[in-house]
Every structure is written in C-alpha cells, then in structure tokens.
C-alpha cells in the first residue's frame, strides 16, 4: 500500500460520523458572529460617552494638578505677602476728626501718649500771631508709611499749624518767628520709613516739629496722629493741656 | 502566514456566508483532525475558523483562494490548540501499547502511522495532512502554508522520510 492510502485509511479509522456538521459549524459560527456584531455596535455606542469621560477626567486631573501645584508652592515655596496699602497725604488728610470739641465745663485731658505715638512738648516761642511749641513725637513699633499729625483747639475747634521741618499740606499763613520767616502749614507729616531727627536709646525713632496756635487759645490742645499701624489704617487722637494763649 | 488580500469591507449575507462555508467545512475537519487527531478538538477549531472567515470574509478580494485561506486558519488554530496544556495532555495521539496488543495488522500501523505523524513538527505535519489526506495539489499546500511550491516539496520530502524511512519518496510524492 502506498503512503497516500495508508494515512487515509489511518485518519479515516478515527473519524466519526460527522452528519450535520457542515450545518452546525455555520449555525454557531452565525450566531457567534450576531453576538460579536451587538457587542461591537454596543461599543460604538459607549465610545463616545466614554471618550466624553475621559475628557472630563482629563481636564480634572489637569485642573487638580494646577491647584494641587499652587496648594503645594504655597506650602513649600516663599510666602510673599502682598505690601500693605499705605495711605496717600489726602486720604489721611480727608478722615475727620475723632472726638468731638471738649466744653468749656469740662476739664482738659492731659495725655501725650497716643498709642505708638507719644508727643513730648520741648520749648516755646512766641510771634505776633501766636505761640509756637516746639516737641519730639516718638514713634513706636509697628508703623509704617507717612504719619500725618494735625492740632488744633480742643474747646474752640480753631486749628493749629506747623512751621520748619516736616511740615507739610497747603499753607494757611506765613509768620515771623525770632526773626524767620516761616510759612503756615495745616499739618505735619513724618516719613515712618525715612530718616528720622535721631533715634533714642531704645532704638525709636524721634521727630521733631514746631506747631503753632493763635493767641486766644484755650489752652487745651486736641492733636491727631493718622497713618498705618501693622498694615492696618491707624488713628488716635490725645490731649494736651498747656497754658492758655 | 496566510498572506489573505483584503480591502475594503464589503458587505456579507447570512445566505451568502453559508454557501461559502458550507464546502470548507469537511475539507476543514479533516485537517484538524488529522493535525489533532481528536474529533471534538477538530471541530472545535474549524468552529473558531468559521468565525473568523464570518468577519474577514468581506474583505477578501479574491473568494477564489478562500478555500486555502480559510484551511490556513485552520492549521493556525490546530496550531494553538496543540499549544495549550490540556490539549497536549489529553489529545496527543493514541497510545503507545495500541500498537502492541492490537490483533490486526492494519489497526496497528494506522496506530502507528498516526502517531508518527503526531510527533511531526506543526509545519510538517500540515503539509503531510494537506498533501496526503486531503490530496491538495502542491501548489494549493503551498498557498495554505504560505510558501512556495517549491519549499512546500521540500518540507513535504523532509516530512516523508521522517515519517518512513526507507519509503521511495519520489514514489510517495508524485
């Protein structure tokens, strides 16, 4: 017998029979294929919700991602604190005055201390036009940009003015004092952060200016401090009481 | 392995599919069977063949080498049947003391033949079944195995011997 019979007939003897195979073969394969077809157009459909949601988890996670970096960076990184809003000439000139006149029945209050601030009246002169004092302001800690000082009297509400050094804002009159001529100014006004007069011994800063009242004063003084204590707007007012002009 | 010419898809009836099919199927058994040598696993690859034909079908080109095509997706699954444990485990052939306490010659050489030929390398032994059991021409072994004719002859003579020694090729192979 030749090869080609012998593997015939080898293959044929395990061979069963095999009806309806052909139709049986095809059915599956259909139905397999039906199957396959739903689950492929099942797919199709969720492709675009499913592209949709990557889409939001990605712009998610990005938008995590810049937070999380800017939550990180301001844990890690440097703290940068915004500088405080220092306040401009006239806006410390435009807030009002905070007490309200002292009446002639009442007694004057005596203090030089106004919180940071503390006034230390020094000498006197006098003109033709008034009485001019000439202190030291001390500046605490805590201050910062211009600190403005008005004075005026505290019963009769005539303000007062500031001649020579730091003083500052419109002139309301000129006057002759030992022998100068001094122009009038409505305030006086100290840069916290520039060059003071001298610093004292515990290392405050000291400024130095001459105010002025007209003659008919009452002789008691109201003046106010305004400007910026810790980053915050800060004003305070105080009493002086000296002899009547 | 099989080099199948597709294009676009085109649609594929039900009807259509079937009067394809239908024809490979048998050719397709024996394949498997004489790769496999287990009815049931037989079967089961020429199902998985027809699928893939079911959705590969419509971009074939040439329907005219359906045939060898869809007998390569046979020998492919045979090929990945044989690969699994359980398949190697429990198909491999008949076993070695058929051929020694069968009463009847023949019994006992197809026994033999069989498992000489289950021991064959994948290639070999599909260009044996191709050749000798479904009795395809050369050049259709050829395209099934996705080689020349002329490397299709040759695998088939390394086959042969192999299998016979002895065997007058050039008689076996003509």
């Known amino acids: 017998m030749s090869l080609r019979t012998d593997i015939h007939a080898a293959f044929e003897a395990i061979t069963p029979l095999t009806g309806g195979l052909e139709e049986r073969v095809v059915e599956t394969a259909r139905r397999e294929a039906r199957v396959r077809e739903r689950r492929r157009k099942f797919m199709l459909r969720l492709r675009a919700p499913i592209a949709l949601v990557a889409v939001v988890v990605l712009i998610a996670i990005v938008a995590a991602a810049i937070v999380g970096g800017r939550l990180i960076q301001g844990w890690y990184g440097p703290h940068t604190v915004s500088p405080p809003h220092l306040p401009s000439l006239s806006e410390l000139e435009n807030r009002p005055w905070q007490h309200q006149l002292v009446a002639a029945s009442e007694s004057c209050l005596d203090s030089h201390y106004a919180g940071p601030v503390a006034a230390f009246p020094e000498t006197n002169s006098e003109s033709a036009w008034g009485i001019y004092s000439t202190g030291r302001f001390v500046l605490g800690k805590g201050l910062s940009g211009p600190l403005m000082v008005r004075v005026r009297d505290a019963r009769t509400g005539i303000t007062g003015v500031f001649i020579t050094e730091h003083a500052a804002g419109g002139v309301v009159g000129t006057d002759i004092v030992d022998g100068v001529s001094v122009a009038q100014h409505k305030e006086a006004v100290f840069d916290t952060s520039g060059r003071p007069n001298r610093i004292d011994g515990v290392g405050q800063k000291v400024f130095v200016m001459t105010m002025g009242m007209k003659h008919g004063f009452s002789g008691c003084f109201q003046w106010q401090v305004d400007g910026t204590l810790n980053g915050k707007p800060f004003g305070t007012d105080s009493y002086y009481s000296g002899p009547p002009g | ?174």
């Not at chain 2, 394809?20 to 696993?41: C, I, R, T």
């Not at chain 2, 045939?67 to 198909?91: D, I, M």
Request: hydrophobic share 45%.
């Open chain 2, 1 to 174: 392995m099989q080099q199948v010419a597709e294009v676009r898809a085109l649609p594929v009836s039900e009807e259509t599919f079937a009067d394809l099919l239908k024809p490979l199927v048998e050719p397709g058994f024996k394949l498997a069977l004489a790769m496999l040598h287990d009815a049931q696993a037989a079967e089961d690859a020429v199902q998985e063949a027809s699928v893939v034909a079911w959705h590969k079908l419509g971009r074939m080109r040439d329907r005219g080498r359906l045939r060898p095509w869809f007998l390569g997706v046979v020998a492919n699954k045979c090929r990945n049947a044989r690969r699994s444990k359980w398949t190697a485990e429990v198909h491999i052939g008949v076993p070695e003391h058929v051929s020694v306490v069968s009463s009847e010659e023949m019994s006992v050489r197809g026994a033999d033949l069989r498992r000489a030929i289950s021991r064959l390398g994948h290639d070999d032994r599909l260009v044996v079944a191709l050749y000798f059991y479904l009795d395809m021409p050369l050049e259709d072994v050829a395209a099934v195995v996705g080689t020349s004719t002329g490397a299709a002859r040759a695998r088939l003579y390394r086959a042969v011997a192999k299998l016979r020694r002895g065997v007058a090729i050039e008689e076996a192979i003509r």
